[in-house]
């Protein structure tokens, strides 16, 4: 291939993870243009679940929950380097809070990819503006729906 | 990669060596390895082999012998006619050349833009096949134009130009007429003296031949202010050890495209024209360049809808096919092919394009898989792409 990539981004191009719609999703976010050759569609599902962490015994018998992604899907049209950043964001989301799915970031999808090429850092590592626009459009629409 | 088995179809970029060149080139590292400048008897048969391939690729174009230059290739001989024409003709300060050159005929008129404003390029517009129209280079001539260069066979689309018609205006309105032939060289016949074409540029590693040697045709009288200065080796216009393997190897090559160019070329068209016919059958595709006897022999173009072109090279090449990409994302600036935005592809459309080059090598059996694989590849790609298959963008010619 022209561009040297990583053992892992070749893995998750070849085999990506997660690829598809999700009908009725409860977020989709979108970013990128077909004019730059990159284009990136995230869906989420999005559900409650009683929290596990310790902070759970300060609050006591209150109930504390929390959205989480519960199913996460992509549709890209792009490089390598596009599907593969799609591929592992819908990995690395997967079942994370949404507070800690926002935390992502571009690093952390170059990171978790063992590294991207310089030239692609830029212009295809939209993986995770993708998701965190899911996350937006979803927490509009709960906001509308109120 | 080990024993698997590669079906090369990126000749455009660049192709195998024949063995048979090969074996000629073989004398010339360690039993022929006189400079063919030193008087001495291995000195000398350097010089009789140099100026015997020269008079071989002067044949092929119908050059006069003394008429050639050797150089390191097309990218060199390129740069020499534009830098060394300005250089020659400070008197004029313009250039014409087509929007669909290649980069080291568009960068080597921008470097001289860069070093003197007084220089003025006129870009020819190209038709929806690449073509150029001859009206308009013949408005496009002003008093002080010194050189017109239109590619021959382009590399990315495999448009062939009419030399003729273009030698024959740019001879009556007496500017200087250069063609890049890298592509055409031995696949379309060329005649200099009929053709009018003053130099032409041609290059080994296209034609079976050793990377790092090409040639310059330039019509006996014109002069060119070298860009290499040195010992005065190549009549003065380049400066530097003759690299003799390298162009007994060249001249090698070229002897034998010509011997065989009718077996060759018809074999190629018909490849070619089976691997159109193939791939036109994926929905959502389409050909990009003309068809027929109007383009290169080994040239093949196609866009595949909704999907982006870097990805479809790396799914082909994981199934041992290699071929390249007009796509952004493969190129080093992160533009999309100048030569499909020149024949009005939408960005869109020129970022999910893919070259197919072949060979005198190429097999039927070759294509065959090629047509069977790529619906396969486009599929898988298109199944993971949020745009639909059927609705290719609407180009702009």
């Known amino acids: 291939m022209t561009i040297n990539y990583s053992k892992k981004v070749k893995e998750h191009f070849m085999h990506p993870k997660n690829v598809g719609e999700i009908k009725n999703a409860d977020g989709v976010g979108q970013v990128g243009n077909p004019v730059c050759g990159d284009v990136m569609f995230v869906y989420i599902k999005v559900r409650k679940r009683k929290i596990k962490s310790k902070i759970k015994s300060k609050i006591k018998k209150e109930k504390a929950e929390e959205e989480y992604i519960k199913d996460i899907k992509f549709k890209t049209m792009g490089c390598a380097a596009a599907i593969a950043t799609s591929s592992i964001i819908t990995e690395l989301a997967k079942n994370k809070s949404l507070e800690e799915a926002e935390k992502i970031n571009r690093n952390d999808v170059a990171e978790s990819l063992d590294g991207l090429p310089p030239i692609k850092m830029h212009c295809s590592n939209l993986a995770a503006d993708a998701l965190h626009d899911a996350i937006s459009n979803y927490r509009i629409k709960k906001l509308k729906g109120k | ?397």
Not at chain 2, 63 to 72: D, K, L, W, Y
Not at chain 2, 188 to 210: E, Q, R
Not at chain 2, 212 to 224: D, F, Q, S
Not at chain 2, 245 to 255: D, L, S, W
Request: charged share 25%.
């Open chain 2, 1 to 397: 990669m080990a024993g698997k088995k590669i079906i090369y179809l990126d000749n455009a970029a660049t192709t195998a060596v024949d063995e048979k060149v090969v074996g000629a080139m073989r004398p010339y590292f360690n039993k022929v390895y006189g400079n063919a400048s030193s008087i001495h008897m291995l000195g000398q048969e350097a010089g009789k082999t140099l100026e015997k391939s020269g008079n071989e690729i002067a044949k092929a174009i119908g050059a006069e012998a003394g008429e050639i230059i050797f150089t390191s290739g097309g990218t060199e001989s390129n740069n020499l006619v534009i830098k060394g024409l300005a250089y020659a003709n400070p008197d004029k300060k313009h250039i014409i050349i087509t929007r669909i050159e290649h980069d080291c005929v568009l960068n080597a008129c921008k470097w001289l833009q860069s070093i003197n404003q007084e220089y003025k390029v006129t870009y020819l517009d190209v038709d929806n096949e690449g073509f150029i129209n001859t009206k308009e280079l013949e408005d496009a001539i002003r008093p002080d134009t010194f050189l017109v260069s239109v590619i021959h066979g382009n590399n990315e689309i495999g448009t062939i130009q009419d030399l003729t018609a273009i030698g024959k205006i740019c001879r009556n309105r007496g500017v200087y007429f250069h063609s890049d032939a890298c592509q055409s060289f031995t696949k379309v016949n060329i005649n200099v003296k009929k053709m009018n074409i003053d130099l032409l540029t041609i290059n080994s590693h296209k034609i079976h031949g050793p990377k790092g040697v090409g040639a310059l045709y330039i019509r006996n009288g014109i002069k060119l202010n070298p860009l290499l200065h040195g010992g005065g080796q190549e009549k003065g216009i380049r400066s530097g050890t003759e690299n003799i393997p390298g162009i007994a190897g060249f001249a090698e090559a070229v002897k034998i495209a010509m011997k065989n160019q009718i077996k060759d070329t018809v074999k190629m068209a018909k490849l070619r024209d089976n691997l159109i016919k193939g791939l036109e059958k994926t929905p959502g595709t389409k050909l990009n360049g003309p068809i027929g006897e109007k383009r290169l022999c080994n040239n093949v173009n196609i866009t595949f809808s909704a999907i982006e072109g870097e990805s479809i090279l790396g799914y082909l090449d994981k199934e041992g096919i290699c071929v390249s990409t007009g796509s952004a994302c493969s190129s080093r600036t992160l533009e999309p092919s100048h030569v499909l935005l020149a024949i009005g592809l939408k960005p869109e459309n020129a970022h999910g394009s893919i070259r197919f080059s072949l060979s005198k090598y190429t097999t039927d059996a070759e294509i065959n898989k090629v047509i069977k694989t790529v619906p396969k590849v486009v599929g898988v790609l298109r199944k993971m792409s949020p745009y639909n298959v059927h609705n290719l963008y609407r180009d702009k010619k």
